[in-house]
T-cell receptor
Framework: DGGITQSPKYLFRKEGQNVTLSCEQN?????MYWYRQDPGQGLRLIYY???????QKGDIAEGYSVSREKKESFPLTVTSAQKNPTAFYLC?????????????FGPGTRLTVL | AQSVAQPEDQVNVAEGNPLTVKCTYS??????LFWYVQYPNRGLQFLLK??????LVKGSYGFEAEFNKSQTSFHLKKPSALVSDSALYFC???????????FGKGTRLHILP
C-alpha cells in the first residue's frame, strides 16, 4: 500500500447524499484508477486518468464522477445517482498507464449506505 | 469479449504442500498477465507479471507462474504453502494495445495448518 493513501477508511452515507473519496499518491505516477470491489465480482473499473486534466470512463462509470486537477490526486465522488453504492473502493496508480505497467493499490475505502 | 477466468472460488491446501491457483484468459493477440494478492480489508499487492520471454515467471514471497500460450493459462504456483499465504488472489490480463487491466473474480486460498 506504500505511496498511495486513501481516506477515509470507512465512510457512511445516507441515501441521497453525495460523498467524495480521497486518493493521493507520492509515486510521481502519471496514471490513476478507481475500482469498485464487490464480493465474488472481482474489481470493476470506474474511471481512469492517464494525465492531469483528462480522464476516461471505465466499465461502471454511471453515478460516479472524478477530477484530476493535480498529478498526485484523483478524488472520486459517489453521487446520489449511484443506486447501489455500498462497496469497497480501491484507488491505484501506475507509471504511465500502459498495459505492461504494474498498478499499485491504496488500502481502500469501505462505503456503506445507511 | 476479452476476459479472464479463475475457475475456483476457493482452494484449500495443507501447510507444506504445493499450491496452484488457476487462471485462464481470452484475449486477442499476446496478453500481459498479472497476479495480485489481497489480505482482508486491504488493497491489492502485486506478486508477479508476464510480459514476454521466459514462460516461467518468479515473483514475491516464493510464488511463480507459468505462461502457457497453447492452453491460454497463467497458473500461480508455490512449492510449499504457508499459513500466511491464506488470502484472496486475483489474476489479471491486459491485452496488447490496451491501457486497462481486466481482473478475474478472485480465488480464496486457505492454507490449513
Amino acid at each position: 500500500d506504500g505511496g498511495i493513501t486513501q481516506s477515509p477508511k470507512y465512510l457512511f452515507r445516507k441515501e441521497g447524499q453525495n460523498v467524495t473519496l480521497s486518493c493521493e499518491q507520492n509515486l510521481n505516477h502519471d496514471a490513476m484508477y478507481w475500482y469498485r470491489q464487490d464480493p465474488g465480482q472481482g474489481l470493476r473499473l470506474i474511471y481512469y486518468s492517464q494525465i492531469v486534466n483528462d480522464f476516461q470512463k471505465g466499465d461502471i462509470a454511471e453515478g460516479y464522477s472524478v477530477s484530476r486537477e493535480k498529478k498526485e490526486s484523483f478524488p472520486l465522488t459517489v453521487t446520489s445517482a449511484q443506486k447501489n453504492p455500498t462497496a469497497f473502493y480501491l484507488c491505484a496508480s501506475s507509471m504511465s498507464g500502459g498495459g505492461t505497467d504494474t498498478q499499485y493499490f491504496g488500502p481502500g475505502t469501505r462505503l456503506t449506505v445507511l | 469479449a476479452q476476459s479472464v477466468a479463475q475457475p475456483e472460488d476457493q482452494v484449500n491446501v495443507a501447510e507444506g504442500n504445493p499450491l496452484t491457483v488457476k487462471c485462464t484468459y481470452s484475449v486477442s493477440g499476446n496478453p500481459y498477465l498479472f497476479w495480485y494478492v489481497q489480505y482482508p480489508n486491504r488493497g491489492l499487492q502485486f506478486l508477479l507479471k508476464y510480459i514476454t520471454g521466459d514462460n516461467l515467471v518468479k515473483g514475491s514471497y516464493g510464488f511463480e507462474a507459468e505462461f502457457n500460450k497453447s492452453q491460454t493459462s497463467f497458473h500461480l504456483k508455490k512449492p510449499s504453502a504457508l499459513v500466511s499465504d491464506s488470502a484472496l488472489y486475483f489474476c489479471a490480463v491486459s491485452p496488447v494495445g490496451d491501457d486497462k487491466i481486466i481482473f478475474g473474480k478472485g480465488t480464496r486460498l486457505h492454507i490449513l495448518p
